[in-house]
């Protein structure tokens, strides 16, 4: 069975940091597009960070320098470590993934994804 299952988010304040976890089973993580996304109150998804099978990554603008995406092979995992946060990041947090990919990136995976998580929600307070 295929799950991708959120863990770590919370509520912190301004400048504070999170990392969110993404529990992959059912399949290679690492062999996979993965990626985190983010849907605040009114407002549509939107791609944070992606990284491929050969660790390439790619970063929303607004989250440069100050998320980091990662994973771990042998524990199927994703991260995404969350510094300097600011009310702004405040939203649900998705990770997504898709198997068979010719281009990873937000927008890619948006559209072709294979699987969702249940999100974990981050609240960033001033």
């Keep these: 069975q295929v799950q991708l299952v959120e863990s770590g988010g919370g509520s912190v304040q301004a ?3 999170l990392r969110l976890s993404c529990a992959a089973s059912g399949f290679t993580a ?3 597009c993965m990626g985190w996304f983010r849907q605040a109150p009114g407002k549509e998804r939107e791609g944070v960070a992606t990284i491929g099978r050969g660790g390439s990554m790619t970063y929303a603008e607004s989250v440069k320098g100050r998320f980091t ?3 771990d092979t042998a524990k199927n995992t ?3 470590q969350m510094n300097t946060l600011k009310p702004e990041d405040t939203a649900m947090y998705y990770c997504a ?7 990873c990136s ?5 559209r072709n994804h294979d699987y969702w998580g249940q999100g974990t929600q ?4 001033s």
């Design 15 to 17: 400048g504070g940091s």
């Design 78 to 80: 994703l991260y995404l």
């Design 122 to 125: 981050v609240t960033v307070s």
């Design 106 to 110: 937000g927008s890619a995976l948006l």
């Design 69 to 71: 995406i990662s994973r």
């Design 30 to 32: 690492s062999l996979a």
């Design 97 to 103: 993934a898709d198997r068979e990919y010719s281009v």
